[in-house]
């Protein structure tokens, strides 16, 4: 049988190739196969797909709007690029971030929706998703990305976590702390320090999954992410963040750990939407609010859960 680390390095997916020399075997950006790997990251599977749909403007779907339609338009597919491996060495990604950019920046620091009948105020899963993927494009130095995570810092409650949506502080607040989670730490300032660490208390006080009612979706993987949350989203920014030998993670490791299948590999729970409660009542009366969007199909091998839950096993072993 195939070893799960062989099956990751096949050449169909570049991307995954290129993380899994990086994250799981540990191989620097010099090493001559990690370049290789890089040089033909869009040229074919995920990654050339989802460039072949980008108007020649830098946006998808339509101009009018980086957010709309749910989950095809540009903002959702520069959160799925981020995640594979390209950046803005790419004159296709820069000329997209650069648009991003420009119709997302407030003048609060922060990032916001750009329909609807005005220019929408800075949101935190807006901030925290458009900074992490701008980070991960290499946009680390551009001061919106830094006004970004100083909006987080300031807009974090006081006992720790984010609000969000006006709810209330909730484990669907998780954007900030990714963001954080890729930002080098040679750059935090006391305040974003301090933004973790109260964050990651707010977190690891319930578990990763403790709020109120259980939520069954909290309990499956999905990929894309999008906004929403689940324990391999909140075990990904926890092990970044160097949290991993808390045992409050307990309940989301063993979890993580059942979900592995026989052969090493963990599968692709379910796309997004996959809601309950309130949402799911909404999605069911409004079926065009979003369109789902997959690399791979639920309910089997997922070579990108696999991946992302042996980044966080490594962590924990490391």
């Given at each position: 049988?195939?070893?799960?680390i062989?099956w990751?390095?096949?050449n169909?997916q570049?991307?995954?190739?290129?993380?899994?020399?990086?994250?799981?075997?540990?191989?620097?950006e010099s090493?001559?196969?990690?370049?290789?790997?890089?040089?033909?990251?869009?040229?074919?599977?995920w990654?050339?797909d989802i460039?072949?749909?980008?108007?020649?403007?830098?946006?998808?779907?339509?101009?009018e709007?980086?957010?709309?339609?749910?989950?095809?338009?540009?903002n959702?597919?520069l959160?799925?690029?981020?995640?594979?491996g390209?950046?803005r060495?790419?004159?296709?990604?820069?000329?997209?971030?650069?648009?991003?950019?420009?119709?997302g920046?407030?003048?609060?620091g922060?990032f916001?929706?750009?329909?609807g009948?005005?220019?929408?105020?800075?949101?935190?899963?807006?901030?925290?998703?458009t900074v992490?993927a701008?980070i991960?494009?290499?946009?680390?130095?551009?001061?919106?990305v830094r006004s970004?995570?100083?909006?987080?810092v300031r807009?974090?409650?006081?006992?720790?976590g984010?609000?969000?949506f006006g709810?209330g502080?909730?484990l669907?607040?998780?954007e900030?702390m990714?963001a954080?989670a890729?930002?080098?730490?040679?750059r935090?300032?006391?305040?974003?320090?301090?933004?973790?660490?109260?964050?990651?208390?707010?977190?690891?006080?319930?578990?990763?999954?403790?709020?109120?009612r259980?939520?069954?979706?909290?309990?499956?993987?999905?990929?894309?992410?999008?906004?929403?949350y689940?324990?391999?989203?909140?075990?990904?920014?926890?092990?970044?963040?160097?949290y991993?030998?808390?045992?409050r993670l307990n309940?989301?490791?063993?979890?993580?750990?059942?979900?592995r299948?026989?052969?090493?590999?963990?599968?692709l729970?379910?796309?997004?939407?996959?809601?309950?409660?309130?949402?799911?009542d909404?999605?069911?009366?409004?079926p065009k609010?979003?369109?789902?969007?997959?690399?791979?199909?639920p309910?089997?091998?997922?070579?990108?859960?696999t991946?992302?839950?042996?980044?966080?096993?490594?962590?924990?072993?490391?």
């Amino acid at each position: 049988m195939k070893s799960t680390i062989d099956w990751l390095l096949e050449n169909d997916q570049p991307s995954i190739r290129y993380l899994a020399l990086r994250e799981l075997i540990g191989k620097p950006e010099s090493d001559a196969d990690v370049r290789s790997t890089r040089k033909v990251l869009a040229e074919r599977g995920w990654v050339a797909d989802i460039l072949a749909k980008q108007n020649r403007l830098g946006w998808w779907v339509s101009d009018e709007s980086m957010h709309q339609p749910k989950y095809l338009s540009t903002n959702w597919m520069l959160l799925i690029l981020s995640d594979l491996g390209i950046t803005r060495e790419d004159p296709r990604i820069r000329k997209a971030c650069e648009l991003w950019i420009q119709r997302g920046a407030r003048l609060d620091g922060g990032f916001g929706k750009d329909y609807g009948a005005q220019r929408s105020a800075s949101h935190l899963c807006i901030v925290g998703n458009t900074v992490r993927a701008l980070i991960k494009f290499g946009y680390v130095d551009h001061p919106q990305v830094r006004s970004g995570l100083e909006w987080l810092v300031r807009g974090r409650a006081e006992e720790g976590g984010w609000n969000c949506f006006g709810r209330g502080r909730n484990l669907d607040s998780w954007e900030g702390m990714s963001a954080f989670a890729v930002y080098p730490r040679q750059r935090w300032t006391r305040g974003m320090k301090l933004a973790v660490e109260k964050g990651a208390e707010f977190y690891l006080e319930r578990r990763l999954h403790r709020q109120g009612r259980r939520y069954p979706p909290w309990y499956r993987f999905h990929y894309p992410v999008h906004h929403y949350y689940d324990l391999l989203v909140g075990l990904e920014f926890m092990t970044a963040l160097g949290y991993g030998d808390d045992r409050r993670l307990n309940y989301a490791i063993n979890l993580l750990k059942e979900k592995r299948r026989p052969d090493g590999r963990w599968d692709l729970d379910a796309n997004h939407p996959d809601v309950a409660g309130w949402d799911a009542d909404f999605l069911k009366k409004n079926p065009k609010y979003c369109t789902p969007f997959a690399l791979e199909k639920p309910g089997v091998s997922s070579k990108m859960i696999t991946l992302k839950a042996m980044t966080v096993l490594n962590r924990l072993n490391g």
